[in-house]
């Protein structure tokens, strides 16, 4: 995509971007000449997922943005805040946080542990609390400062619920600090949700869902596109919405989506929480 609005010298600090979609946004922001926080727990490399903090660095680097990689399990509202006064030091404040940060469990109420449960509460709900917690001060400073969350559009419809019931109060946690927060800091920060139209081929996709689905999806840089163009909007009058990742980019012109299917022609297979 070409678009005249940049996001050259703006600071992002990015949870869960050590792989998947949130590095692609890294990568995104850093082809402009951003500075880019990776705030992730992977500082060591894992045995199915590949990705580290230090190794998205050096690709953040590498495509001409500034990198500041940090390990932080954004549960710990201490490690949060650390990582929030690193970025200030380092660059001097924060224009854009992205909770990009998730844990996934597609289960049953009977299959689903209180373990688990906690584990997606504590990193989708809580965590995107305490990081736009964190950053709002540095965020309220900032010129045209926005908050972008990756979670759903909110229906209480029950076929959203019925299949993993857990998950999807934990990925409404999310999408209700975009509710809220959005009328709270109306004027003042922009703050809205993104989500994919069809289901997004990640590495830890093709670990849950196997090869055979993986061909099914759309590459992770269609939401970093689709990112770019939200951060890229006016904060003043941009807030409050539920964006869909083809209908962002159909507002600017894009419409050839061909280019980011994982393989071109197949049948895409519709993300889990939209028709």
């Known amino acids: 995509m070409t678009d005249a609005r940049t996001l050259k010298g ?19 922001a850093a082809r402009d000449g951003a500075n880019v926080v990776i705030a992730a727990k992977t500082s060591k490399p894992h045995p199915k997922l590949p990705g580290t903090i230090f190794s998205a660095a050096e690709e953040v680097e590498a495509a001409g943005g500034k990198a500041l990689p940090i390990l932080c399990d954004i549960r710990d509202d201490v490690q949060v805040a650390e990582a929030v006064a690193r970025t200030v030091e380092t660059f001097g ?15 049953g109420t009977l299959d689903t542990p209180l373990k688990r449960w906690d584990l997606m509460m504590g990193v989708n709900g809580r965590g995107t609390f305490a990081c736009s917690q964190a950053c709002l001060p540095h965020l309220l400073k900032a010129e045209n400062p926005h908050i972008l969350t990756l979670s759903p559009p909110l229906n209480l419809n029950p076929r959203w619920f019925q299949h993993h019931t857990a998950y999807t109060i934990a990925k409404y946690a999310m999408s209700l600090c975009t509710l809220g927060m959005s009328a709270e800091f109306r004027g003042k920060v922009a703050v809205n949700s993104l989500w994919p139209r069809t289901i997004i081929g990640t590495a830890a996709v093709a670990m849950l869902k196997g090869a055979a689905e993986f061909d099914n999806c759309r590459k992770p840089e269609i939401l970093a596109d689709a990112a770019h163009v939200i951060l890229t909007r006016d904060a003043g009058t941009c807030t409050g919405h539920f964006f869909i990742d083809d209908e962002v980019l159909a507002e600017e012109g894009v419409t050839d989506l061909k280019p980011y299917a994982v393989k071109p022609g197949a049948p895409l297979a519709p993300d889990i929480f939209l028709d």
């Open 93 to 107: 404040g924060i224009d854009i946080l992205v909770n990009n940060a998730s844990a996934i469990s597609l289960t």
């Open 10 to 28: 703006k600071t992002l600090f990015i949870t869960g971007a050590s792989r998947g979609i949130g590095k692609a946004i890294a990568l995104r």
